[in-house]
């Protein structure tokens, strides 16, 4: 079983950075012998589907929605079983709850594991 715990988030004015922290514990070692290796950021607001903002693979290809292009940055460290999202010029259109995924590329989605999510919101 694998674990991810969300933080960072919080309430900053439009313009504003906010960098989300995703920790992952529990048979990471089985992730990785699963190759299970994708991590990627969500995030969903109210009567919207939940959509990728940024993936990142086991070997650091990245891939961002074209509304955070630019703005946002995705990382990972493995070392610290860590994975982060570096989110600069927010604006009111970033909030949302964001929620931290692993599981296999091209479908961590469906059948991936998740966090809890952490919540940012943007004031205008």
């Known amino acids: 079983q694998v674990q991810l715990v969300e933080s960072g988030g919080g309430l900053v004015q439009a313009g504003g950075s906010l960098r989300l922290s995703c920790a992952a514990s529990?048979?990471?070692?089985?992730?990785?012998?699963?190759?299970?290796?994708?991590m990627g950021w969500y995030r969903q607001v109210p009567g919207k589907q939940r959509e990728l903002v940024a993936s990142?693979?086991?070997?650091?290809?990245?891939n961002y929605a074209d509304s955070v292009k630019g703005r946002f940055t995705i990382s990972r460290d493995n070392a610290k079983n860590t994975m982060y999202l570096q989110m600069n010029s927010l604006t009111p259109e970033d909030t949302a709850v964001y929620y931290c995924?692993?599981?296999?590329?091209?479908?961590?989605?469906?059948?991936?594991?998740w966090g809890q999510g952490t919540q940012v919101t943007v004031s205008s």
């Open positions: 529990g048979s990471i070692f089985r992730l990785n012998a699963m190759g299970w290796n994708a």
């Open positions: 995924n692993v599981g296999p590329r091209g479908r961590s989605y469906t059948i991936g594991y």
């Open positions: 990142i693979t086991g070997g650091g290809s990245t």
